[in-house]
């Protein structure tokens, strides 16, 4: 591991269970000179499990920016370290990627070490298209946020993925139910690896109703799976072919607002592909 600058390793580590965790994961903690952890406290279970004596620092949301100048020296100076987050693979909703950047901008090898992800795992098992997806990382915390975001993102032909907290759970599927309604198929995957490892499939209203019969299906951590809009590519279709209408009679802008008001897509993107067609005519 010796180099002129040291290598900046991004470790995933178990999600839940810890027999999850990888060898190559194991031999790289234990080699490297420092560990970045989001929580020192948390991350002491997992190398006291595994033997690994290699000493922490605490790497969050909070310091990032204030140490991650004195990281890139340590590095530069051919310490090689290992940054980990609480769960998973790091950077996936989690602190660290102004170092990598930082890193890349010095010319610092950043070498991942692939492992648990509940953002993969739970795709996998959710039973929903898998094969485009976009994920949204944590909802916002206050509903009027949250009910824009959930609209936003209600024409997407890509499943979504989101990640969800215990205290929040009950109300973001409340607000799914009300703004996707039973057109759609959800997955909801709590402690993913865990003792109570739970997986809740079909619309929010299902969803929500099965989570609800034990308070205890409340509790965890919880990855949330939606499957696409499939009327959005009927929508589109619909939109253009009226505004080919409209556009023969009204200004250009006019008759995108109209289509994009009456089939629910995007005004702005209708508009530049009325310019586009007409460029290439």
């Known amino acids: ?28 903690l234990s080699e490297v000179n420092l560990i970045l952890a989001e929580d020192t406290r948390h991350a002491a279970k997992l190398l006291k ?7 922490t620092r605490a790497f969050h949301d909070h310091n990032e920016q204030t140490y991650s100048a004195e990281i ?6 051919g310490e090689d370290l290992a940054l980990i987050s609480d769960a998973g693979t790091p950077l996936i909703s989690d602190p660290g990627y102004r170092l990598v950047r930082m890193a890349r901008e010095q010319g610092i090898d ?24 976009c994920f949204e990382g944590f909802l916002p915390s206050k509903r009027n946020q949250r009910i824009e975001t959930l609209t936003k993102l209600s024409q997407e032909q890509r499943t979504i993925v989101f990640y969800e907290s215990s205290h929040r759970i009950k109300d973001a599927l409340e607000d799914l139910e ?16 865990k003792k109570f490892e739970s997986f809740y499939f079909g619309s929010p209203a299902t969803v929500r109703e099965q989570i609800a019969v034990n308070s205890n299906n409340l509790k965890g951590e919880f990855v949330i799976v939606v499957s696409g809009n499939n009327d959005a590519d009927k929508a589109w279709a619909n939109a253009c072919t009226l505004v080919n209408r409209l556009k023969l009679e009204l200004p250009i802008k006019q008759a995108c607002r109209i289509a994009a ?3 629910s897509v995007s005004k702005n993107e209708l508009y ?8 290439s005519e």
């Not at 057109?183 to 995957?189: D, L, Q």
Request: charged share 20%.
């Open 261 to 263: 008001d009456t089939f």
């Open 1 to 28: 591991m010796n180099s002129k600058t040291g290598t900046l390793y991004i470790v995933a580590t178990p999600i839940g269970n810890l027999a999850d965790f990888g060898i190559r994961a194991a031999e790289i």
């Open 72 to 77: 890139i020296r340590l590095l530069l100076n």
């Open 49 to 55: 499990h595994y033997g690994i004596t290699t000493r």
């Open 272 to 279: 530049n592909c009325v310019l586009a067609e007409r460029r």
């Open 110 to 133: 950043v070498s991942p070490i692939p492992g648990p992800s509940a953002l993969t795992a739970a795709i996998s098992a959710s039973g929903v298209a898998t094969d485009r997806f």
């Open 178 to 193: 009300a703004i996707y309604g039973e057109g759609r198929e959800i997955c909801v995957a709590r402690e993913i690896t």
